[in-house]
Each structure stands twice: as structure tokens, then as C-alpha cells.
């Protein structure tokens, strides 16, 4: 039951702009593209322009063609993501043969070889996980040219380009969350259990270090900034002593905060990871150290990953975030079947993370399993 409350979706406008953090730095992506990867081979027949399909609005699903962009399959929360996102697809109505979902390899050029390839291919609907951000205008343009219906996902675009979407009516909208709640969720973790509980070298601050994700996502950004804020609006002066970009790698994550352990010791009393991959890597570097979640250091993740969730029942990992795969996969999936019955969409729809501890991570385990 649990799984099917948090599924509930609550519609809002987000001011989305892009937030740098005290260690940010510039991504980029190749210019060759790479081999494509899929899920399903799309299927031979040609399916019906996007304009026909919005105007039979009551038409069979099973028919339709989706094509679904990911900008990287070695990623494990976008991994939950397309596999809850077909699931629901095909639970919707459509046909497993018609829901093609491609792998962008962490390539912009790679990704939009494979958005040409639905374009051409006719698809009716194009679902897309960016590579890069930044790139959310030209591939506006060119779906937008093609009279396709586009829901962008996880990646959010920017304040500016939502914008075009509303001037000009377009048939395009963004499902995720408020990244800056997960990051606000991530600081209050530590803002709970007190000054005392966490200055463990007794110098009056919160002493940390900070492992982003890939800077051309915002929700890096904004946990990397809501994070620390939280902190500092509950009234803590803190002190960052590093801030490394990891690409929400577990090994990369891993290697950066064992790193910083050896260059600061004892100092680190709280490590911040913008996704739990990178927070499974900082354990073990933690562990490596001699060091003790709980007892001299604290670790916080987002996503609430099977196995961070064990963890923070444990104790071994202080908390996370649940980054709902299960509204956001079944949000995106809604949205394009309203664009499909030629109804509209909110250009932003937005859906809720919750804060993970060991309150109650069991319960949130439960409704993963």
C-alpha cells in the first residue's frame, strides 16, 4: 500500500536555475558517438504520424510507439527508473515490442543520434533523460519540428527553456522532484542530531566535505547548495573542506572521500553525497580509514537504494533520501499518454522525496522490496 500512496503526484511550477556549489566545475561530452545500446529493437512497421495519434484520442495504445532516451544505463536509480517506467507502460496498455528504450553511453552526441533515429523511426511520443542539460534546447527544436510530444525526465532544463514551452504552447513537460528538497532533507539529517552529537573535534562548526554529481545536472547543484543551507538556516556554522565532483560514480565517489580522509583525518565530521552510488563508495573509504559511521564521522546519500536503505537500518550509514522511481517512472508515463488522448500537460510536474532514517527506513524498505 505504501508503494502506491508515495505515487501520488502533486503538480507545481519550479523555477528551476542552475546553482553552483563551493566545488563545481564544467562537464563535457564527446563528440563521436558512440555505438547505441537499446532495450528493444523497435519494431519494423511504421507507425502512424504524432498528429494522427493525438487526434484519436481514444485510440489502442498497444499501437503506439515509445521511444525512451536514458542517458546512461550504468546508473543504479535510473536503472529502478526505465525498468518501473516499462513496467507501467505496459501495464497502461502498450505493447512491450513498441517501447524502445535506448542507453546514451553519458554521451550528448551519442543521445541525440539516437533522438534522430526516433524521429525518423516516427515515434509517437519520445520520453528523454538528458546527457547534458544544457542541451535541452536543440533537442526541443528538433522534436518540436516533428510534431512529437516530449516528456523530459530526471534531468530538469533550465527556467529559460521551460519558459519557451509555455509561450508557445508546446506539447512538452518536465516529471521529477525538487531536487533542493532532497538537498534541504540531506541537511536536516545531520541538523537533527545536534552540534554536540557532531562536532567531534569541538571547534563549534560542522566540519564537511561535499561528492557531486555531474555538474550539468541541477540537481546536483541544488542538493550540493540546499545541503549545506540547511545547515546554516538551523543556525550551525559549518565548514567545507573539500568539494569533489564524482559524476555519481560509486568507485569515483569512493575515491574522492578516501582522499579527503587522508588529507584531513579526523577533521571530516559529516560527508555529503549527492546520490547514494557515490555514498556506497564513501562507506567503504570510511571503513578503509578506521573510521566509524555514527561514532566519529556522518554519511548521507539521496535515492534510498536497497542496499543504502540496510545500511541506514544498520546504523553504518546515517541517512538518505527516497527519490521516488516509482512516481516519477509512472508520472512520465501518464504524461505521455495525456499528450497521446490529445489532452495537456502542467509544463512541471513535480513529485515528493521523503527523508530517510532509521525512523523509519524499514518501512521505505519494505515498499522497495
Known amino acids: ?14 523555477a528551476a536555475s542552475m546553482l553552483v556549489g563551493c566545488g563545481g566545475s564544467t562537464g563535457a561530452s564527446s ?14 512497421e511504421a507507425a502512424e504520424p504524432a498528429a494522427e495519434a493525438a487526434a484519436a484520442a481514444d485510440g489502442d495504445l498497444a499501437s503506439k510507439k515509445v521511444g525512451v532516451c536514458i542517458y546512461q544505463f550504468n546508473d543504479n536509480f535510473m536503472t529502478l527508473y526505465r525498468q518501473e517506467l516499462e513496467r507501467y507502460l505496459i501495464e497502461q496498455g502498450f505493447a512491450k515490442e513498441n517501447i524502445t528504450i535506448v542507453d546514451g553511453a553519458n554521451d550528448q552526441a551519442t543521445q541525440s543520434g539516437q533522438i534522430d533515429s526516433f524521429i525518423a523511426d516516427k515515434v509517437d511520443v519520445l ?19 516533428a510534431g512529437i510530444p516530449l516528456v523530459y525526465i530526471n534531468r530538469e ?13 508546446w506539447n512538452i513537460c518536465y516529471v ?15 541538523a537533527d542530531l545536534g552540534l554536540d552529537a557532531v562536532d567531534f573535534n ?10 557531486e554529481g555531474d555538474p550539468e545536472n541541477v540537481d546536483a547543484a541544488y542538493r550540493t547548495e540546499f545541503s549545506v543551507k540547511a545547515l546554516t538556516d538551523a543556525g550551525f556554522e559549518v565548514n567545507c573542506l573539500d568539494d569533489q565532483v564524482g559524476m555519481w560514480d560509486q568507485a569515483k565517489g569512493g575515491e574522492l572521500v578516501a582522499n579527503s580522509l587522508t588529507q584531513y583525518g579526523n577533521d ?37 537504494l536497497t542496499e543504502v536503505v540496510g545500511y541506514v537500518i544498520s546504523g553504518e550509514i546515517t541517512g538518505t533520501v527516497f527519490n521516488n522511481h516509482f512516481a516519477q517512472a509512472d508520472g512520465a508515463a501518464d504524461a505521455a499518454i495525456r499528450y497521446l488522448k490529445g489532452e495537456g500537460n502542467e509544463h512541471n510536474i513535480q513529485c515528493d522525496y521523503t527523508k530517510v532514517t532509521q525512523a523509519n527506513a524499514q518501512e521505505i524498505l519494505d515498499s522497495l522490496q
Do not use: H
Request: hydrophobic share 45%; with cysteine.
Open 176 to 190: 521529477g522532484c525538487d531536487a533542493r528538497k532532497s538537498g534541504t532533507f540531506q541537511g536536516e539529517i545531520i
Open 202 to 211: 569541538k571547534n563549534g562548526k560542522i566540519d564537511y566535505i561535499m561528492i
Open 31 to 44: 563528440s563521436a558517438p558512440a555505438e547505441q545500446k537499446t532495450e528493444e529493437a523497435a519494431p519494423a
Open 268 to 304: 571530516i565530521e559529516v560527508v555529503f553525497c549527492n546520490n547514494d552510488a557515490m555514498a556506497l563508495g564513501a562507506l567503504q573509504s570510511i571503513k578503509n580509514a578506521g573510521r566509524t559511521v555514527g561514532k566519529d564521522i556522518y554519511l548521507v546519500g539521496v535515492d534510498a
Open 157 to 169: 532544463p533550465d527556467k529559460a527553456e521551460q519558459q519557451r514551452w509555455e509561450d508557445n504552447n
Open 1 to 14: 500500500m505504501f508503494k502506491k500512496v508515495i505515487a501520488i503526484m502533486t503538480a507545481s511550477v519550479l
Open 127 to 145: 520520453i528523454i533523460n538528458l546527457v547534458n542539460s544544457s542541451s535541452a534546447a536543440t533537442v526541443t527544436d528538433k522534436v518540436v519540428a
